[in-house]
DNA sequence: GCAATTCCGTACTATATAGTATCATTTTAT
DNA sequence: ATAAAATGATACTATATAGTACGGAATTGC
């Protein structure tokens, strides 16, 4: 590679890092391409020379977002360690990861814009927490068939899981609340998997 | 109360209706003071002299969805009904109530302005959401003081059916996805309340 | 009937911001 | 060294929209 496009590539980077921090903190109406600029150190017309408009930057802001996201959770099941804590290591990780401040800021700005760019709320399901549950599923569905699960839909209990980790913690972060906004204390993982082997677990092992 | 005061009230409230459904569908920063004027077959005059700024309208807007959301749900339970067709009878109200388009609109609205009003996010959740779970636990702690659940914290059991309700459907019509979008299938409220059982109830009776 | 409000319609101001144009300066390729 | 490309600074255009001003028409109170 060229020092040209290298140096085009770190240019493209830095854009998108600089424009990400304005759309998540400010929104996408409450952030202005000068500002973008200036927080750059650079000028409108490199912006514009790297994006052809201010749909497009963001748009490459989301799926940049998309990407780690995904990432850091895809590496969280392990289908080879034993049941329990493996589960309980999913709950820990996927709770600790949708409760960071940069995944309540990508989920707000993408249900927000979900009206104005409904293209962007579906990629981001498909390739963030529909990628999650799939994984759990296919996990899950393997304890079934070797039996240290009840035998019901795979795709439920990932839902269950799902849902009881995103639980009302998540609701409260996303309206802006405080996590533990009286008169709730967040569940632990520990308790969550003690309710989910209570709901699936078979009587002999666990 | 003389006729003038009256009409102004019919005038109010029509002005609210048109704005809201502008927010509800477009938005806030979509949403032009011009275009409420038009739909309302108004003129942009009368719309300043009920009120003093776009944040006010949408203020005012917010304030009156959350009445119309609370409303609807506080009186769904019935601390007399039998148990088990109670917890069902919560579980179809809530989820009808929360996937209407309404309501859809309205999370939205609120999600995606918290950081720009994140006081409306706190109300929303103090009069909605937050009474809903504070009317199920007490609720919950009645039947489990009277023996027919087990001894477990009421606040937890309630933020668990309420998860379980949410489920992942919600999350996906918040994105701007089809409700049943692969490989989804709605639970019903009769499989929540047997999962709900299957936690909380007592071995005896049910 | 008459006076006071209220409303509509329209034209207007002020402002913010997406996007463009220009030119001097720096960086890279040959 | 020199040409080509990218960058930065600045000024600019075009447009959208919040909010204002005002005159005439309708509605209401007395």
Redesign the interface.
């Known amino acids: 590679m060229s020092k040209r496009e290298e140096r085009r590539g770190e240019r493209r980077a830095a854009i998108l890092e600089t424009a990400s921090q304005f759309f998540m903190?400010?929104?996408?109406?409450?952030t202005t391409m000068s500002a973008v600029a200036a927080g750059l150190g650079g000028s409108k017309g490199t912006l514009w020379s790297y994006f052809s408009s201010k749909e497009d930057l963001f748009a490459a802001c989301i799926e940049g977002k998309i990407e780690a996201f995904r990432a850091e959770l895809v590496s969280v099941l392990d289908p080879g360690a034993p049941l329990r804590p493996a589960i309980e290591g999913f709950c820990r990780s996927f709770m600790a990861k949708i409760r960071e401040p940069n995944s309540i800021a990508l989920y707000?700005l993408?249900?927000?814009?979900?009206?104005?760019a409904?293209e962007a709320?579906?990629i981001?399901?498909e390739r963030g927490?529909g990628v999650i549950?799939a994984l759990l599923t296919a996990f899950l569905r393997g304890q079934v068939e070797a039996g240290r699960l009840r035998d019901e839909p795979p795709?439920?209990m990932a839902?269950?899981l799902?849902?009881?980790c995103?639980?009302?913690s998540h609701?409260?972060l996303?309206?802006?609340?405080a996590p533990d906004?009286a008169?709730?204390k967040p569940?632990a993982p520990k308790?969550i998997t003690e309710?989910f082997f209570?709901?699936y677990g078979v009587a002999e092992a666990t």
Chains 1, 2 share one sequence.
């Open positions: 903190e400010q929104g996408f109406a409450g707000r993408l249900v927000g814009q979900s009206m104005r409904p709320g579906r981001f399901f927490p549950e795709l439920e839902q269950v799902i849902s009881l995103n639980g009302i609701q409260r996303l309206l802006g609340l906004h008169p709730y569940p308790r309710l209570r709901l």
